[in-house]
C-alpha cells in the first residue's frame, strides 16, 4: 500500500496478557518511530529506528516495552504483561531521512488498545 | 515537563472566518516546527512546517509564524471551512527528520 499500514486495528486483552502491534511503513522511508497517544494528550514518543536499529529509546516507559525491526522494513512494538494504564492509541509514523526531508513523518491509523 | 504546550483546548470559529491557533515551547534547542491535524479514527497528517530561521511560511489558507524570542508560534487558518474541523497538533523536533514532541492538541469547530 501507499500509507503507513499498522494491525491490529483495535485490541482488547486482559491484563498481565502480551500484545504484539505491528506497524508496516512505507516503501523506502528508512526511519520508523513509534508513538503513543492517550486520550486527549498529543503523540507520546516511545521510540525511533534508524533501519534495524534503534536510534534513540528514550521514550519507552519501561523494561515491559520492547521494539524489534529485524529487516529495516517492518517493525513490531512488544508489550509484556500488560496493565490497564498501557491501553492508549498507539501510532507508527516512518520518514526519509535525508537532505531533502523536512522532518515530515508519515503516521499510520493507529493501534486501539484496550486492557481490560 | 510538557516542552511544547497548546494551551487551548478548544477553538469555535465561523465558517469563512480565521482560525488562530497557537503553540509555546520551552526548548531553545528545537528548530524544526510542525503543524500536524487529525480526523477521528485517523493518523495525523502533516499540516505545515517551518524551520527556526524563519519567521513565517504560507501555504495556501495556511501560515504559521514564528516568534523564536518569545517561543512562540500560531497557525493561521483563513478562511476557516468546516472541513477544517479536526484536532491540531503542534509539534517541534531538534533536527528534520528527528523525533518530534507534540503538543496537547486544539480541537477546531468551523460552524457552517
Known amino acids: 500500500g501507499a500509507g503507513v499500514s499498522q494491525t491490529p486495528s483495535n485490541k482488547v486483552t486482559e491484563k498481565g496478557k502480551y500484545v504484539e502491534l505491528r506497524c508496516d511503513p512505507i516503501s523506502g522511508h528508512t526511519a520508523l518511530y513509534w508513538y503513543r497517544q492517550s486520550l486527549g494528550q498529543g503523540p507520546e514518543f516511545l521510540i525511533y529506528?534508524?533501519?534495524?536499529?534503534?536510534?534513540?529509546d528514550s521514550g519507552l516507559p519501561n523494561d515491559r516495552f520492547f521494539a524489534v525491526r529485524p529487516e529495516g522494513s517492518v517493525s513490531t512494538l512488544k508489550i509484556q504483561r500488560t496493565e490497564r494504564g498501557d491501553s492508549a492509541v498507539y501510532l507508527c509514523?516512518?520518514?526519509?531521512?535525508?537532505?531533502?526531508?523536512?522532518?515530515?513523518?508519515?503516521f499510520g491509523e493507529g493501534s486501539r488498545l484496550t486492557v481490560l | 515537563d510538557q516542552q511544547v504546550k497548546q494551551n487551548s483546548p478548544s477553538l469555535s470559529v465561523q465558517e469563512g472566518r480565521i482560525s488562530i491557533l497557537n503553540c509555546d515551547y520551552t526548548?531553545?534547542?528545537?528548530?524544526?516546527f510542525l503543524w500536524y491535524k487529525k480526523y477521528p479514527a485517523e493518523g495525523p497528517t502533516f499540516l505545515i512546517s517551518?524551520?527556526?530561521?524563519?519567521d513565517k511560511n504560507e501555504d495556501g489558507r495556511f501560515t504559521v509564524f514564528l516568534n523564536k524570542s518569545a517561543k512562540h508560534l500560531s497557525l493561521h487558518i483563513v478562511p476557516s471551512q468546516p472541513g477544517d474541523s479536526a484536532v491540531y497538533f503542534c509539534a517541534a523536533s531538534g533536527a528534520a527528520g528527528n523525533k518530534l514532541t507534540f503538543g496537547g492538541g486544539t480541537r477546531v469547530l468551523v460552524k457552517p
Open positions: 529506528f534508524q533501519g534495524t536499529g534503534a536510534a534513540d
Open positions: 526548548n531553545s534547542m528545537f528548530d524544526y
Open positions: 509514523a516512518s520518514s526519509l531521512v535525508g537532505t531533502m526531508n523536512t522532518g515530515e513523518l508519515f
Open positions: 517551518i524551520s527556526s530561521i524563519k
